[in-house]
């Protein structure tokens, strides 16, 4: 019950309580606001224009649960209980695989280990089709875990794995998960006769995964021509801009604490790699690491290895040396405590000017923000800040103690930074303040409004928050009267065109908008 309620708190903490913020979460809850706006569920459209960049299961489910979410949620605040949704999802198909695997504290160590990865941090509390990308997958692995001793439930949950993904994430999802039957075919898992529950898993994947692509197909063959372009560009790899050390930099903290455990239950269990419990998660591992080295350094890239590496972490974690189980303890104690310090030292500069030079540094980052105190916000900070202290002088020792420690203190720290920073974080990555702006400085009667430049954030965000649809070009600058256009801080020349307003989120220092009038 106790390890149930902290994952609930750290899915929920964060994923409501703000605006849609710029870039993913914006662009994604602006898709479910179309959809929920103009109908029309086949396609994902931002501000009414189709796009071709995402597939639909993540946004159908958020539109789903904010429909009846909406008399005690905004909006973007009930789509984004998807997201809690799936994540949750993710962490018992976790819990699941872990147990199928190996055994019950494995099972528990699980979610523990995720939640205290650093890497799932931010996109378990997104708008975004990737927790319904990590649910498929983490379902796919344990419908392969179940598929030898129960072939009904283990193809049931591969086939919703397989055919899911794709619904959530296209072909990037078949191309981390679908390699990963080619195990099948080795002596281990042919011994265990998995054939029956493979067919099981193809009656639910293939009627699942086509169900949408021949909806399209019926309906708006080109939009589906367009996707699967969309699709197959992704695959392939991207440019070396990256160097090999800076990928695998950002996979050193996005996959910490696990990797380090998972890499000591690889060689504890060396001379048992064949076998499916290690195989599984080390294939699905080195599947996860070619997908990151084939992309561009984005944290999102190296999510696909985090969930496989959990899983063989969490084979290790109960088994660690004493050393290494008290370092890591130490360690994680040490880091959590001086982080919860430093918030408290962060609310304070907010609330109360103290220090100064800190005071002036969050002035600086957000010009014009004032912070109020929220007696509810300071409750839960203080409540959070009391469980870290109990979890450090009452936690008995066990050989899950480091784990667990490093769990509560991830979660007592996230909590603790949307309890207190939640209201300044927001404040300069909303676009709310700008679209009511610009809705106020439109003339009375202007038409339509053409873009130029203009973001998919940009365009979700304006028309979630004011109702602003534009028009693109070249017909846009033909037709209409008003043309908005989003560029650096210097204005560049825009012939034949008045400007009459300019606007940007507080503190950006890269981004304009403005608007013009034709002359």
């Not at 299961?57 to 904010?66: E, G, K, P």
């Not at 796919?140 to 072939?151: F, H, N």
């Not at 493979?198 to 909806?215: D, E, H, N, R, T």
């Not at 300069?428 to 998919?456: D, N, Q």
Request: some cysteine.
């Amino acid at each position: 019950m106790a390890m149930a309620l902290l994952c609930a708190v750290w899915l929920i903490a964060g994923a409501v309580g703000h605006d849609p913020w710029k870039t993913d979460d914006a662009v994604h809850l602006g898709i479910v606001f179309s959809l929920l706006k103009d109908g029309g569920w086949l396609i994902p459209k931002i501000a009414g224009d189709p796009w071709a960049g995402t597939a639909p299961l993540y946004h159908w489910v958020a539109a789903v649960v904010a429909t009846p979410m909406q008399w005690l949620l905004p909006l973007h605040d009930a789509a984004r209980l998807a997201t809690v949704l799936f994540g949750g999802l993710t962490l018992i198909a976790l819990a699941g695989t872990a147990r199928t695997l190996y055994d019950r504290d494995a099972g528990l160590a699980a979610p523990l280990l995720a939640i205290g990865t650093l890497g799932l941090l931010v996109p378990l509390h997104d708008a975004h089709p990737v927790p319904a990308l990590l649910a498929c997958q983490a379902l796919t692995y344990w419908g392969l875990a179940k598929l030898g001793k129960r072939p009904l439930a283990g193809g049931i949950l591969l086939g919703l794995g397989l055919g899911g993904g794709f619904l959530a994430d296209g072909l990037t999802a078949i191309a981390i998960t679908a390699p990963l039957l080619f195990l099948l075919g080795t002596p281990r898992w042919r011994d265990a006769r998995p054939w029956p529950g493979l067919l099981v898993a193809s009656a639910v994947a293939l009627p699942l995964a086509l169900s949408w692509p021949l909806a399209l197909y019926f309906s708006d063959a080109s939009y589906l021509a367009a996707w699967w372009s969309s699709e197959w560009r992704l695959l392939v790899p991207a440019p070396a801009t990256s160097a090999v050390g800076d990928l695998l930099e950002l996979f050193g903290w996005a996959a910490f604490p696990v990797w380090p455990i998972a890499g000591w239950a690889l060689w504890a269990n060396r001379r048992r790699l064949a076998e499916p419990a290690l195989l599984l998660p080390l294939a699905g591992t080195l599947i996860g690491l070619l997908w990151l080295l084939s992309r561009e350094a984005r944290a999102l890239h190296a999510l696909p290895a985090l969930l496989p590496l959990i899983l063989l972490a969490a084979a290790g974690a109960g088994k660690l040396r004493r050393g290494a189980a008290n370092a890591l303890d130490w360690f994680g104690m040490t880091t959590f405590t001086l982080a919860v310090g430093l918030v408290w030292l962060g609310a304070s500069a907010m609330l109360a000017g103290w220090p100064p030079k800190l005071a002036r540094n969050f002035a600086k980052l957000a010009p014009g923000f004032t912070a109020e105190v929220s007696w509810f916000a300071m409750t839960v900070a203080f409540a959070a800040t009391a469980a870290w202290l109990f979890a450090l002088v009452r936690l008995p020792r066990s050989p899950w103690r480091a784990v667990t420690h490093w769990a509560i203190g991830v979660a007592v720290g996230w909590v603790l930074l949307v309890a207190l920073w939640l209201p300044w974080v927001d404040y300069g990555k909303t676009y709310r303040p700008v679209a009511a702006a610009l809705l106020a400085a439109l003339p009375e009667g202007s038409g339509c409004i053409a873009r130029s430049g203009l973001g998919l954030p940009q365009r979700a965000s304006l028309d979630y928050f004011a109702g602003i649809r534009t028009v693109a070009p070249p017909e846009g600058r033909r037709q209409c009267r008003l043309l908005l256009v989003q560029g650096p801080p210097r204005e560049e020349a825009q012939p034949g065109w008045t400007r009459i307003w300019e606007g940007n989120r507080p503190g950006d220092k890269n981004e304009r908008l403005r608007l013009y009038r034709r002359n």
